[in-house]
Structure formats: structure tokens, C-alpha cells
């Protein structure tokens, strides 16, 4: 059996719904695990992201593989037209597809589509394959105007292709 590439992955973008939250958390816990720890400001935004990311005007997407959801992204609003890219996970199993473009691209879509101004995202250093994809799609490094929200953040970049 021949190994998938990235040209003949087919990946579903899905919008939130209740029934996928689990993903949501489930996915973001996993990668932060792996290379940090999980924030107090993690678990409530993970645990409640109705509440966080939804109501305030926000989007969260999935991105599925067959009947496999295995990335998340989501979009949270800051007020005047001022959104955060923030949560963006792809399970390990499935790194290497183009999922984490795929995801990146259709945030970038919906943040359009929801009359955004300004799109910034905070990660961290050590992640250079999230960071470089990040660039390639039009993210600047910046300096940020406040402290990050999370220890772990020392990037601040904002989306320069609108």
C-alpha cells in the first residue's frame, strides 16, 4: 500500500458545530502537551469555546479526513473588526498533508468573509514549521502592542495580505 501525499489528500472544511467542541479541545490539548503545557486561559477558552470564541463573534473551523476530524482553527474576535488567529491544531498522525494550509487558507477566507481589519496570531519560536507557514501565507512579525496572553508566546505577527 502506497503512502497518501499531499496532492491526493482530500480535506472537508466544517464549520462549528456542538457536536465537534470535543475536537476543538481534544486536538489543541494534544499538540500543547506535546511541546508546552496547558494554560489556565487554555482550559477556559478549550472547555468553553462557545462562550470565548462563538458568541463573541468569532468562527472556529474543522478541518476532516474521511470521517476523521483532525485539525481545528479558530478565529476569536477582539472587537472593531479585529480578529486572532488562535488554536490551530493538526493531530500528529496527520501532519505533513497540507492540513495546517488548508486550515490557515479557509481561516483567512472567513476572516474576510466576516468584514475583518486586522488578523494577528501569537506562537512561539521553536514551532518553525508553523511559523514558516505562517510567512509564506502573508504574516509579518511584529511587535506586539500588549504582553501575550500566553507564557508560552514570544512571535507576534500580523496578516499583511489583506
Do not use: C
Not at 43 to 57: A, K
Amino acid at each position: 500500500m502506497s503512502q497518501r501525499t499531499p496532492a491526493d489528500v482530500t480535506v472537508e472544511i466544517l464549520d462549528f458545530e456542538p457536536s465537534l467542541a470535543r475536537y476543538f479541545r481534544d486536538l489543541n490539548v494534544e499538540w500543547l502537551e506535546k511541546y508546552f503545557r496547558v494554560e489556565p486561559l487554555d482550559h477556559e477558552v478549550l472547555n468553553h469555546p462557545v462562550r470565548h470564541v462563538i458568541e463573541p463573534g468569532g468562527a472556529i473551523l474543522f478541518a476532516r479526513l474521511g470521517d476523521e476530524v483532525v485539525g481545528t482553527a479558530a478565529l476569536k474576535y477582539h472587537g472593531d473588526a479585529v480578529y486572532e488567529l488562535t488554536k490551530m491544531a493538526v493531530t500528529e498522525s496527520r501532519q505533513g498533508l497540507g492540513i495546517g494550509r488548508r486550515l490557515l487558507e479557509a481561516s483567512i477566507e472567513r476572516f474576510r468573509e466576516l468584514g475583518g481589519r486586522r488578523l494577528y496570531l501569537e506562537s512561539q519560536s521553536g514551532l518553525g514549521t508553523a511559523v514558516g507557514l505562517y510567512e509564506r501565507s502573508g504574516f509579518e512579525h511584529a511587535d506586539p502592542p500588549s504582553p501575550p496572553a500566553y507564557e508560552r508566546a514570544d512571535v507576534y505577527m500580523v496578516y499583511r495580505g489583506i
